[in-house]
Each structure stands twice: as C-alpha cells, then as structure tokens.
Nanobody
Framework: QVHAVESGGGLVQTGDSLRLSCPSS????????MAWFRQGPGKEREFVAIISWDGGTTYYADSVRGRFTISRDNDKNTLYLQMDTLEPEDTATYYC??????????????????WGQGTQVTVSA
C-alpha cells in the first residue's frame, strides 16, 4: 500500500534547480522522521537527506550538503526536497521514505518500511 506519491522531477540542465514534493496519506506523518533517497542507473538506492518529525533536525549526504534542502509542512502532510545547483551526477529516481524501523539511524534503505513510487530527475551536462 503506497502512502506517498512523489512529484516535481524532470529534465533540467546543469546548475538548474528543482523542488520535489512528497504528500503522504500516512496517519503517522506528523510524528515521523522522513527521508529522501535516490537510485541512479545501475546503482543501489542511496541516502540523500533526513528530517525529524518537527523539522528541527536535518542531516545530509556529503554529496548534496550545501546544495539540497529537506523540509516538511506537517499541516499539509508533505515532505519537500529543494535541489539547487544540480549536477549530472544527481540524475536518479528520487524516493521519499516512510516508517523508519526502531533503533535505525535512517541512512540505509533497509532502515525504512515503505517508499513512495519515485520521481525521475535527469540533469544534462
């Protein structure tokens, strides 16, 4: 059962920006840590960013820190990822992650119970 559907992906050029959205129907959204992952062609799914239930704490992968910003609007049950200064290496399908397992830090895909359907981001050189 899918509790989230990502949107906002597309084809852009190097240096451009995109904003991904992940509205969720999960009843526990407002009390849950959330995260973004991505999976490039022929690669494993990798951690991008994570945010606490209240938005007060965030953490980023080294590859995106300073360029991407994770945020959330609990009134709208929506998770966001603002992506600036995009690079070809950012090309991937981006997924929001829901339902972090107990005692996991959330930086591995195995730390999460469920996923959105994904949105494709392609950055041309």
């Amino acid at each position: 059962q899918v509790h989230a559907v990502e949107s906002g992906g597309g084809l852009v050029q190097t240096g451009d920006s995109l904003r991904l959205s992940c509205p969720s129907s999960a009843r526990t959204f407002t009390s849950s840590t959330m995260a973004w992952f991505r999976q490039g062609p022929g690669k494993e799914r990798e951690f991008v960013a994570i945010i606490s239930w209240d938005g007060g704490t965030t953490y980023y992968a080294d590859s995106v820190r300073g360029r991407f910003t994770i945020s959330r609007d609990n009134d709208k049950n929506t998770l966001y990822l603002q992506m600036d200064t995009l690079e070809p290496e950012d090309t991937a399908t981006y997924y929001c992650a829901l339902g972090r397992l107990p005692n996991r830090n959330g930086t591995k895909s195995a730390d999460w119970r469920s996923w959105g359907q994904g949105t494709q981001v392609t950055v041309s050189a």
